[in-house]
Every structure is written in structure tokens, then in C-alpha cells.
């Protein structure tokens, strides 16, 4: 048997010397959030009771990852991300939902893997495809014959899979398909003892597949590719997902049924929501700083401007909130604005209080909230108003991802 590092290598031979004879040409950055599957996907096809446990931006080395593990970082995963990038890599985004969180479960329930990648064109996305696998062999690796088409391409694989770390076994079971110059994958993976059915991902595969195409035509609620992006801290936990996708609220995994409904409704008529938040870097204190920004699009202008001016009613009412300061009216913006400080004890003992400085302004039909929140010390409100004029110029250009 050939060894699969070999194998790989080949591939990346292969498809480098195919690379340098063909000029690609950029393509328009996508909304990929928006072509995710939701909870109401899983639950048309048997997989009822589970949420959003996170979403986010994919990255070319997270691809070469997969396609080198367990190898790591070194020369292999290079040369794979190097002959991804040859190949016309331009997004990746990813999705997991898990089982509802119950305290009397005694497995972790089940779990859905959903990801979306795209390239400057097809011939790139199939050389993606063949480079990168749709699961981690962490178990014995089977491949699976298929019961219907998806997309362009599609293969099936099973594994009896085992967490590297704590060695607990699962069932896996993955479609990725290749679709024009987008390569997607569907992973079931269940820790009840039960075997993924072919036909619940088949049948999750091809909503993906028209999620796909849906997004193509119509472009999707864009938010994603107009959503404000920053350099992170080294090593901080990110999140960039719609919460309210075409009038369609996602429940997050470990949410009460009161707190989503309190959630949903904070939204108002907004048609879409899309959140994101990490950890920055700060030169003014040692505590870490938080980021976030969420964009709320309405159908119409008028109600993006009334949901604005109730925000400091709304903002005063948020959870374990001490303290709140409204400035009206502040300068640089196209139409309404803004400026909030909060303060909150979340244990109500006095000893942690977070301060957060935000910035609400309306562009258009959407509205935006920039936020910086850190632990006792409170952060500059100029450094919020900048990070909120840096989201107004992706706004007025229609992407923050050029």
C-alpha cells in the first residue's frame, strides 16, 4: 500500500505544475454563513433537538490540517496549504450543532459537522476536493456506496471513530460533494450507539446543496462578508454565525427555551442577524479585551430606525446590567448613532464588574453593535467609535472581506 503521506504529495505535484499554467481571477467574496444548515434542517430529517454550538470562518491551514493529521505543523501541512492557495482557495466557513444541552444526558447525544468552502473556480474546488479529506481518521475508515447524486461529486465514508484525547467512541458518517468551485461536507457523528443513517446525510447533503445554490442567486443577507474584521489575540476562541437567518431563529446549544424566546424577541422585525466576538490585544490594561459586532438587518429603513431608538431601553434591560449611559446623536455617521457604556456584575458581589463601551449606528436598513467589554478595567470609547467608523466604511462598500 501506498503511504498516504506519499499520496498527498503526489496530489500536490500533481496540481502545483496545473497551477502555474492557468491564471485565476478573483471572485466576489460569498456569503458562506448564509449556506450553513440550521436546526430546522436536522429536524426535516430525523435529527430533531439539537443547536447552534459554533460557527466560524474556516482558514486554509485548518483544511491542511485535516488533509496531514495526525502529521501537524511542518513541511506536509505547508506544502498543502501551499498547493490549496495554488488552487485558488478564497473562504472557508464552518458549523457545528449539537445535542440540547440536558443535565440528566449520560452521552454527549449527537453532533453535526457542516462546512463550506469556496475557490476562484471549479477546476481549483476539485483539486480541493481531492486534496482534503471529509473526516479525521481517528478509527478504522470505510467507504460508503452512495444512494443518489450530490452536487458535481460526492463521496461517502464511515468511521469508527475515537476522541484522540479522551477516547470516547463514536460513529461518524460524511458526504463531501464538490459543487461548481464550492467543495461542502455534512459529518454525523453519534455517541448513543447508533449507526448514522446514508439517507439522513444524503437527504442533509442536498439542502446544502440547494442552501448552495439559493445563496448564489439571490447573494444571500451578505452579512457575513459585511461584518467588521480584526486581528485576534494569539490563540482566542472566535464566533461568526447567523442567529436569525431569513426570518429563521437558531437556537444555540445550551440555551433554555426562556432565554432563546427572550433572545428571538430582542430582535424586533429584523429579517437576519448575524453575530460575531473574539479576544483582542490591548496596550492599556492586562485584562483581556472582548470584541463583537452584530449586524441586524430589517426589511425596511424606517424599522432599522425605530429598532435603533428603542436600543437604550432595550440595552437597560439586558442581563445583570448596574449601570448604563446613553449618548445621542454622535458624530460621523450617515444616519442614527449611539454611544453606550454598560456596566455589569454578573455575580452581583462586587468583586468582577465588566464594563463594556458600544457603539449603535444605522446604515441603511441595517443596524450595527460594536462592542469592547473587559473586566474591571473600563475600555476607551474612542477605541469603540473607531472599530465602529472601520464597520461603516464595510458597510458603505458592501464587504469587509475584499
Not at 445535542?99 to 447525544?109: A, F, K, V, Y
Not at 432599522?304 to 432595550?314: D, Q, Y
Request: glycine content about 8%; some cysteine.
Amino acid at each position: 500500500m501506498v503511504p498516504r503521506c506519499w499520496l498527498i504529495l503526489s496530489l500536490i505535484w500533481l496540481f502545483s505544475g496545473a497551477a502555474t499554467t492557468t491564471a485565476r481571477s478573483e471572485s466576489p467574496p460569498v456569503d458562506l454563513a448564509a449556506m450553513t444548515l440550521t436546526p430546522a434542517d436536522l429536524a426535516a430529517v430525523g435529527w430533531a433537538g439539537l443547536g447552534l454550538t459554533s460557527g466560524q470562518t474556516l482558514s486554509v491551514t485548518e483544511l491542511a490540517d485535516r488533509a496531514v493529521w495526525p502529521a501537524g505543523e511542518g513541511e506536509e501541512q505547508d506544502a498543502v496549504q501551499d498547493a490549496l492557495l495554488g488552487a485558488g482557495w478564497q473562504q472557508g466557513y464552518g458549523a457545528t450543532l449539537d445535542s440540547l444541552w440536558d443535565p440528566n444526558r449520560t452521552d454527549p447525544g449527537r453532533q453535526v459537522e457542516v462546512e463550506v468552502v469556496a475557490y476562484v473556480d471549479a477546476p481549483g474546488a476539485a483539486q480541493g476536493f481531492a486534496l482534503v479529506p471529509d473526516v479525521y481518521a481517528t478509527g478504522p475508515v470505510t467507504a460508503v456506496p452512495a444512494t443518489r447524486p450530490i452536487g458535481d461529486d460526492s463521496r461517502l465514508t464511515r468511521v469508527a471513530a475515537r476522541d484522540p484525547q479522551a477516547g470516547t467512541p463514536s460513529h461518524e458518517l460524511a458526504l463531501g460533494f464538490l459543487q461548481g468551485r464550492f467543495t461542502a461536507r455534512v459529518l454525523l457523528r453519534d455517541w448513543t450507539g447508533e449507526e448514522p443513517a446514508v439517507a439522513a446525510v444524503e437527504a442533509l447533503a442536498a439542502r446544502l446543496s440547494a442552501h448552495i445554490e439559493r445563496v448564489l442567486h439571490d447573494g444571500g443577507p451578505r452579512l457575513s462578508t459585511q461584518v467588521l474584521t480584526v486581528e485576534r489575540r494569539a490563540n482566542a476562541v472566535h464566533s461568526e454565525t447567523y442567529v436569525r437567518l431569513d426570518g429563521e431563529d437558531i437556537r444555540s446549544t445550551y440555551e433554555t427555551p426562556v432565554e432563546f424566546a427572550a433572545r428571538a424577541a430582542s430582535y424586533g422585525e429584523a429579517s437576519d442577524v448575524f453575530t460575531s466576538s473574539t479576544e483582542i490585544a490591548a496596550t492599556d490594561s492586562s485584562y483581556t479585551l472582548g470584541f463583537s459586532a452584530d449586524l441586524f438587518r430589517f426589511p425596511e429603513e424606517d424599522q432599522a430606525a425605530a429598532w435603533l431608538r428603542e436600543a437604550p431601553t432595550r440595552l437597560g434591560q439586558e442581563t445583570d446590567v448596574t449601570a448604563v449611559a446613553i449618548k445621542d446623536g454622535i458624530a460621523a455617521f450617515d444616519d442614527e448613532a449611539i454611544a453606550v457604556t454598560l456596566t455589569r456584575d454578573y455575580d452581583h458581589d462586587g468583586m468582577e464588574i465588566y464594563h463594556t463601551s458600544a457603539v449603535l449606528f444605522r446604515s441603511g436598513t441595517v443596524v450595527a453593535d460594536i462592542r469592547l467589554t473587559r473586566v474591571n478595567d473600563p475600555p476607551s470609547m474612542s477605541g469603540t467609535k473607531e472599530l465602529a467608523a472601520a464597520q461603516a466604511a464595510c458597510l458603505a462598500t458592501n464587504s469587509c472581506l475584499d
